[in-house]
């Protein structure tokens, strides 16, 4: 059986080096590459693959609200986060999601193709390191709360749109919705968050790895 795997990461560079180390087994297959979160979930859709290899950090829609909707859309498709981000919050919240796995971009080669042969099995992943975040999230109060618990995806993908620079109409365009539910949703967005200026959405969206510095 040939594992499928479709690649979402905004670096060329990534995305080419995880090509040709996947691609040294002849049962994985690259079906398809995304470089940005909106293109990922298209292609999963249309692909639909066994594994989804994901950065957090990706254009138009971030990984933990891509992974969402992959996995609601392809229920088939075993998510692999593969970033740089380590924080026991994102770990959390890109689990809760959906993911099946979760590697740094520090790990190697041999982590990479263990990960997607485990997930490719049904069974989940995650390094050394990542464990011990999960274990630091554990050894909390139970359960992560922060400011974005309290947005819905949809304000959140907003919130990310408006911090890369996109006007209320390419938001509204892009998303397929009214220009008037995107000023709702911003407006909403701003009073669960307590900001009152765009600037301080986009430090929030820096700050909470929705958007990459």
Known sequence: MVVRILLADDHTI???GLRALLETRCDFSVCA???NGREAVEL???HAPDVVILDISLPLLNGVDATSQIRKSV???QILI???HDSPTIIHEVLQAGARGYLLKSEGNDDVIAAVDALSRRRTYFSSQVSEAMLDVLLQDGHLRRHSDSLSSREREIVQLISEGQSNKQIAAALQISVKTVETHRSTSMRKLKV???AELVRYALRNKLIQS
């Open 14 to 16: 990534v995305r080419r």
């Open 33 to 35: 590459e995304a470089s």
């Open 44 to 46: 999963a859709i249309l």
């Open 75 to 77: 229920p088939g498709a």
């Open 82 to 84: 593969f970033t740089m």
């Open 196 to 198: 009152h200026s765009t």
